[in-house]
């Protein structure tokens, strides 16, 4: 009886092993955010996100207390003008990175409770179909910066 049930229980290991998910990373790479004019309901923040799993993740949704929501937004060309559309969420590919930046995909923080100054903080919370909740912390650029540390 011994020898059948030591195969049995290994093999029940075995495969509730593989029935549960693999732990999915991201990595987050120079989040950043624009300082605000006074008065300014909203910033603009990027971020670079990094995958190194085999398998693709997508980024749903972010919150942060520093605005009463964030929204994830796409730049298109439409003709001569350039316009913004919110997208319900961000494809990052399997061993790959995806670049939030500015003129291309970034976060919108929408009705900010007061100016975001330059060296400031702002904690986000990441939220990825994989990966789950990520924490970052934004480091508040310069008013009309173009890229992060400038």
Same mark, same amino acid.
């Given at each position: 009886?011994?020898?059948v049930?030591?195969p ?6 075995l495969?509730?092993? @593989? ?10 790479e ?6 605000t004019?006074? /008065?300014?309901?909203?910033?603009a /923040?990027y ?7 085999a398998?693709?993740?997508r980024?749903? /949704? ?22 913004m ?20 995909a @970034? ?5 900010? /409770? ?22 970052a912390?934004? @480091? ?11």
């Open positions: 009886m011994r020898k049930l030591v049995f229980v290994f093999l029940s290991s495969l509730l092993l @593989h029935a549960a998910p693999a732990s999915a990373e991201v990595v987050i120079n989040p950043w955010v624009r300082a004019a006074p /008065g300014a309901k909203v910033a /923040g971020l670079t996100i990094r995958n190194p799993a398998a693709p993740d980024l749903l /949704g972010a919150a942060s207390p520093a605005a009463a929501r964030v929204e994830m937004h796409v730049t298109v060309k439409e003709g001569d003008i350039m316009r559309r919110e997208v319900k969420e961000l494809r990052v590919p399997a061993r790959a990175s995806f670049e939030l930046k500015p003129g291309g @970034h976060l919108m923080f929408v009705d900010i /409770g007061q100016p975001y100054r330059e060296g400031e903080k702002v904690p986000v919370t990441l939220r990825f179909e994989r990966a789950g909740e990520v924490r912390e934004f @480091h508040v650029g310069r008013l009309g910066a173009t890229r992060h540390g400038h």
